[in-house]
């Protein structure tokens, strides 16, 4: 009975190391910035853990966006670049296991790295958005507004009753983020939140990575999706 108690624990220890394995092995099949970004972007600025762009003079606001499931900062420079010559200081970061639940806190990093910025948009693309919404749940007081880029708040972080901008972009072809999950998460967004929906657009196109499993075609250009993000973006912040 003992032999067969110590063989059975083995047994199961080495499935669990061997699924802790793989677990740790599919999150670093990540997905890298695409040609495109590339070619549209300056230079790809790293920092520490960060992929930081910080505008020309100083700055009053700034924003934190977390990267989706297994996407590299850098896929989101792009953006990254056209916030910072909007005006401003923007900090994307390299999270554990390229999983943003894992480093939920990073935004406070970035916060007390720029002590002088006055407001913090805090917001994030898929399972990034999940992230920064807890951030946000969890620090109302540092946190100006919160922006959702094909993404949702997770059941447990409420903004219904709270006093929080909020702004949800989200596609019309995207195929791992549905309209219908977009009109349920409106129950725990302010009555004052904004929607912008991107026609054509998908959810691989939140960042530059190129094609995503489980997503569908989209029907406009990575930039012009890109471009309406950040137009979207700015005219919510600056009102």
């Known amino acids: ?33 695409s040609a495109k970004l590339v070619e549209l972007v300056d230079e790809v600025k790293a920092d520490d853990g960060w992929v930081v762009y910080e505008p020309e003079g100083t700055s009053k606001a700034g924003i934190v966006l977390y990267p989706g499931a297994k ?10 670049q056209q916030w910072s010559e909007a005006g401003y200081i923007v900090g994307i970061p390299h999270v554990p296991l390229n999983l943003a639940f894992t480093g939920v806190g990073k ?11 006055e407001k913090w948009y805090v917001g994030g693309h898929s399972l990034g958005g999940v992230a920064a919404a807890s951030f946000a749940h969890d620090n109302l007081d540092e946190v100006d507004g919160l922006f959702f880029l094909g993404s949702y708040p997770g059941g447990g972080d409420d903004f219904s009753e709270k ?21 349920e998460s409106k129950a725990l967004l302010p009555d004052d939140a904004i929607f912008y929906e991107i026609d054509g657009g998908n959810h691989a ?3 530059m990575y190129g094609p995503q499993k489980g997503d569908n075609k989209a029907e406009l250009p990575a930039k012009e999706q890109q471009d309406q993000i950040v137009d979207a973006f700015v005219t919510w912040a600056r009102p």
């Open 71 to 80: 996407v590299e900062p850098e896929a989101y420079a792009y953006l990254a």
């Open 1 to 33: 009975m003992k032999k067969y108690l110590k063989y059975t624990l083995m047994t199961i220890g080495v499935l669990l190391l061997a699924v802790l394995a793989g677990f740790y092995v599919w999150t670093q099949q990540t997905y890298e910035p």
């Open 107 to 117: 935004a406070e990093e970035m916060m007390k790295r720029y002590p002088s910025v």
């Open 205 to 207: 196109q939140f960042g």
């Open 163 to 183: 006093d929080l901008p909020v702004l949800s972009i989200f596609a019309e072809n995207d195929g791992l983020t549905s309209s219908e999950n977009i009109e």
